[in-house]
């Protein structure tokens, strides 16, 4: 008899599964982005408590056939504030390029689906 209750419900035991491989499968993605957040924070960190000063992106160069390089360099923190200003200041002047562009592609894609098509008659 313990046979057959083993082998009654094998659809809710295959279902089982499905979820806990999806949750495996997100618990996995999110403890990997924590520990590359913390990872980072951590040599962040490491590099102030040895040097007293912090990483940071100090320029980007636009080198010949249209590629950008980007250096470190060591800055104190009081100059981080200021540079990490000018530096969310370009980014927000080109996202915000970037979201009018959207914008108008979305406005003539809803301009040519709300167009009535008109038939035209054969030559």
Do not use: W, Y
């Not at 083993?6 to 990997?32: D, H, M």
Request: charged share 20%; hydrophobic share 50%; with cysteine.
């Amino acid at each position: 008899m313990a046979k057959q209750s083993e082998r009654s419900l094998p659809v809710l035991g295959t279902i089982a599964q499905l979820i806990a491989f999806k949750c495996n499968l997100l618990a996995g993605f999110v403890i990997g982005l924590i520990a590359s957040v913390a990872a980072i924070g951590a040599m962040v960190a490491l590099i102030r408590l040895m040097t007293g000063k912090v990483p940071f992106l100090a320029h980007i160069v636009e080198a010949p056939g249209d590629e950008r390089q980007l250096s470190l360099a060591l800055i104190p923190l009081d100059q981080a504030g200021e540079l990490f200003a000018q530096h969310k200041q370009r980014l927000s002047d080109g996202l915000g390029k970037l979201r009018a562009e959207m914008q108008t592609i979305a406005q003539e894609a809803k301009a040519q689906t709300d167009a009535p098509e008109v038939d035209q008659p054969p030559a």
